[in-house]
């Protein structure tokens, strides 16, 4: 059984760029979360992604953006990269009615934005 | 909104002992739900244990415990018989329930000592 896949591992990129960012959820799940963890700082929520719509969102700009496929798989946009859009970018999934008890965590995309 | 505080930006520990990782929290929820992660150096975070605010009683799973004081919002774990794969970074973490938000705090970097 699968665990939360991401791709790339890392990104360079240059600042004013755009990126895509790739997560394939645990089988059996339907939601995926994006976090953003900068270095020595704890994950910070972006967005939720249940039945290809947002369902929830922080307090991070309109430059990030999503997107959820019907097969539940999930992407990351991030328009006009900043130097302090660097950093580790955390994919989870969960089961509808389970996100509040366990979210499942993926390796991560490392993103340096230079 | 809510905060998770972790005071303790770094600890260690001799093999075979026994060290506890303080956490302190803020919310409005009445029902909410704790969390300890560990992110090791592969940066996978992985649940560690969990605690419902509605429980009384502390969870324990295997060498990881928690003591949960609702009245001090404090959930501390304790982590018995130290190994060397515990070296990693743990997080404290919260979920109202009604949110699909993880807070989490900046994190303790535990490293365990042969």
């Known amino acids: 059984d699968a665990g939360v896949t991401q791709s790339p591992t890392h990104l360079i990129k240059t600042r004013g760029q755009q990126v895509t960012l790739r997560c394939s959820p645990k089988?059996?799940?339907?939601?995926v979360s994006w976090y953003q963890q900068a270095l020595g700082q704890g994950p910070q929520f972006i967005f939720q992604y249940y039945e290809e719509e947002e369902r929830q969102r922080g307090n991070f700009p309109d430059r990030f953006s999503g997107h959820q496929f019907p097969n539940y798989s999930s992407e990351l946009n991030v328009n006009a990269l900043l130097l302090g859009d660097s950093a580790l970018y955390l994919c989870?999934?969960?089961?509808?009615?389970?996100?509040?008890?366990?979210?499942?965590f993926g390796p991560g995309t490392r993103l340096t934005v230079t | 909104a809510q905060t998770v505080t972790q005071s303790q930006p770094e600890m260690s520990v001799q093999e075979a002992e026994t060290v506890t990782l303080s956490c302190t929290y803020d919310t409005s929820e009445n029902n909410y739900y704790l969390f300890w992660y560990k992110q090791p150096p592969s940066r996978q975070m992985i649940l560690v244990i969990r605690q419902e605010a509605y429980k009384q009683q502390n969870a324990t799973e295997n060498r990881f415990s928690v003591n949960f004081q609702k009245a001090a919002k404090s959930f501390s774990l304790k982590i018995s018989d130290s190994q060397l794969g515990d070296t990693a970074m743990y997080f404290c973490a919260l979920i109202g329930a009604g949110s699909y938000q993880l807070t989490f705090g900046k994190g303790t970097k535990l490293s365990v000592i042969p």
């Open positions: 989870a999934s969960s089961r509808t009615g389970q996100g509040v008890l366990e979210q499942y």
């Open positions: 089988s059996g799940h339907d939601t």
